[in-house]
């Protein structure tokens, strides 16, 4: 029996469908101006690649910020769950998910069962989401990709006062008039994002074993200066920013 | 002509309440230090775990002999992030500063 | 960034009716703010001379060229006859030839009760990277404060976002986010990285400039009514700092709180720095009369 997952993020959309349990298929796609459009373009891209058809697939959870704009899914689930969910069912050691999407960041604590115990949330804020790593390579005028590799060439580590993302461009030109090497505003950067989700999963309470995900985890930096900061190992599963829509897809499996 | 309705009567005769912090697209996030109550005895300082506090001369009041508690200006910006590790999201026990001002003169907005 | 749309006017002024070698008191006021720099000088407490410019990423020596800026129009008067400076702002540790540094706030509220007069109880500062509401007594004492410069809604900074995204010079803004004949819901966004991609969404739909700029300037204005009612507001009320010069957001707040705000006869984005040189001459007066 086949069931989907829909994660529909600010930046972009993730689709996982499952048989039986198992994941079958994967789709990521940018999330246009228009999100219809959008998900259409993916089924059609599945449908390609796969030969598995919309029509063929007997459940359809949706998650993420534009969960309730979709008419192809039957339920709908919170970040939050979806998360938890997913993390827990790639290792079942997991008891803090720390989920870093483009307009959001998470901390989620986890029993063994897999039951959300406590979560706090990095909302309406672009300082504390991917949003802000964004800015910043494009102040620094850096590829977005590059950023985390150019930040583990630091030497030094060079504090960032501002605690927005409009006021840490201008404090990053004025680093950049006071001769900083790039490398070390980088890390900057991703010391500054990842200092500001400790202390969110603090409020959670830390406990190991940790796993983080969503489309910032791919940020080697990111990844870095989290785990400096936290001072624990940091699990990053190789398809992170597809955990949360594997969570929704698990729900529709009634897992 | 607007609705405004205020939150509490303004006094004149009333506490000097400085507010340190900020609000931004996730909330409001202060701390108000009534000055007229604080002496700057410090208590606050002893038992913050992020060291928000410091004691010294008012700094919006030139003429204020008296030292008074201000919010550290590295802290102020951080304040959500700083005073994280005393707001749990459950269980949360009393406010460490708000508990050791003899005054009674710290309050937190959230 | 383009460099053209931030901006906004640049000026200094020199009292006509005034000479600084008819005074006893010549003192000044510098703000260093993270956007701007201004340099006042005043002569036995009466404006004599001022300049506003742009602070720039030459943070350390704006002190000194908004000052010799300054100067440069008066007649004659040279730094070493200043008697007593007091920088301010967020840059204060930077005006080298300062006596002393005082913090905004106090400054703020000085500079108010000179600039609006003795009736003016709550004083609604929006600078360039910061965005604070104070009150205060009829002498320009503060009464109480909250002050908000993590967050670059309702600030300078935020509106130059705007100023850019839209290509419309910040000196505009105002006058043409009151071109709309319907009002618009506000910006939902308070974040200004956010409500940048909600207008650009807003632009594609086929908003006019108008419209997003009368969207995000109502946003302004909701920003700073609900910090007022965290501290509570008395009349008369006043805005300083730059903003104060954008009809749009001015006339929305307005409406907002049912409270009209003092016509400014200065320049608005002073404030600090004639706080800072009243300061200045209250501490040189102190001074005298210590001697004596």
């Given at each position: ?8 993020g600010a930046k972009t ?15 990521l796609?940018v999330a246009g ?65 720390v989920d870093v999407g483009a307009e959001e960041g ?16 990095n909302?309406?804020c672009a300082a504390g989401a991917g949003a802000f790593t964004e800015a910043m390579a494009r102040a620094l005028e850096v590829p977005l990709e590059e950023l985390g590799p150019l930040s583990l060439q630091s030497t030094q580590a060079v504090p960032m006062n501002a605690q927005c993302a409009v006021f840490a461009e201008s404090e990053l030109v004025t680093l950049v008039h006071n001769k900083t090497p790039k490398p070390d505003m980088a890390r900057a950067i991703h010391d500054a994002i990842a200092d500001r989700i400790v ?13 983080l995900i969503g489309g910032v985890a791919r940020n080697i930096g990111f990844v870095t200066s989290l785990k400096r900061d ?6 990053v599963?190789?398809?992170c920013e ?14 | ?24 697209g ?85 | 960034m383009a ?54 990423s ?94 670059a809604?309702?600030?300078?900074r935020g509106?130059e976002v705007?100023?850019d995204l ?23 966004s308070?974040c200004v990285v956010f409500a940048k991609s909600?207008?650009s ?92």
């Open positions: 029996m086949l069931t989907a997952g829909i994660d529909i959309i993730e689709i996982v469908i499952l048989d039986d349990g198992k994941i079958a298929f994967q789709n796609t101006y228009d999100v219809r459009e959008s998900l259409k373009k993916a089924w059609e891209d599945i449908e390609a690649q796969s030969g598995i058809k919309l029509d063929g697939i007997k459940k359809i959870v949706a998650t993420g910020a534009g969960r309730k704009d979709t008419i192809y899914a039957s339920d709908t689930i919170t970040e939050v769950s979806a998360a938890a969910k997913g993390a827990l069912a790639l290792n079942r050691d997991i008891r803090t998910v998470r901390a989620i604590k986890v029993d063994s069962a897999g039951k959300v115990m406590d979560f706090a949330i909302e309406k202390s969110m999963v603090r409020r959670v309470g830390l406990e190991e074993k940790v796993m936290l001072e624990t190992e940091v699990i599963p190789e398809d597809y955990v949360g829509a594997y969570g929704a897809a698990l729900a529709a499996a009634g897992k | 002509m607007g609705e405004f309705r205020l939150p509490r009567p303004f006094q004149k005769e009333g506490p000097m309440i400085a507010n340190y912090g900020y609000k931004d996730s909330g409001d996030f202060f701390i108000a230090i009534d000055t007229d109550k604080c002496d700057g005895c410090g208590a606050c300082i002893e038992v913050c775990p992020a060291q928000a506090f410091e004691v010294g001369e008012d700094p919006n009041d030139p003429l204020r002999e008296e030292p008074v508690a201000v919010i550290v200006e590295s802290v102020r910006k951080k304040l959500k992030y700083a005073c994280a590790q005393c707001k749990p999201v459950t269980d949360r026990p009393p406010l460490p500063c708000v508990q050791a001002c003899p005054a009674e003169a710290i309050s937190h907005s959230w | 460099e053209e749309y931030w901006r906004w006017t640049e000026s200094r002024w020199t009292n006509p009716d005034l000479s600084w070698k008819d005074g006893e008191i010549v003192t000044a006021g510098v703000d260093v703010g993270s956007v701007s720099s201004q340099a006042v000088i005043m002569v036995d407490g009466r404006l004599y001379a001022y300049a506003n410019t742009r602070t720039g030459d943070s350390p020596n704006s002190a000194i060229n908004v000052m010799n800026w300054a100067l440069e129009e008066t007649d004659g008067l040279s730094l070493d006859q200043v008697q007593y400076t007091v920088g301010t702002g967020y840059g204060r540790v930077n005006v080298p030839f300062a006596q002393r540094a005082i913090t905004e706030i106090a400054c703020h509220a000085r500079g108010a009760n000179f600039m609006y007069g003795p009736t003016v109880r709550t004083v609604m500062d929006m600078g360039g990277q910061d965005c604070k509401a104070i009150h205060c007594d009829e002498k320009g004492k503060v009464t109480n404060f909250l002050m908000n410069d993590k967050c809604a309702g600030t300078g509106m705007f100023a839209l290509n419309v010079s910040i000196n505009e803004m105002g006058e043409l986010s009151l071109r709309v004949e319907e009002e618009p819901p506000p910006v939902s308070t909600e207008a969404g807003l632009l594609r739909a086929g908003w006019p400039k108008e419209k997003v700029l009368a969207a995000y300037s109502s946003a302004m204005a909701h920003r700073v009514v609900s910090l007022l009612e965290r501290i509570g507001m008395e009349e008369d009320f006043a805005i300083t700092g730059g903003i104060a010069k954008n009809k749009g957001v001015v006339l929305r707040l307005e409406k907002e709180l049912g409270v009209k705000a003092l016509e400014p006869k200065y320049d608005t984005q002073i404030a600090g720095a004639v706080g800072a040189a009243l300061f200045s001459k209250a501490l040189v007066e102190k001074e005298k009369s210590k001697k004596k």
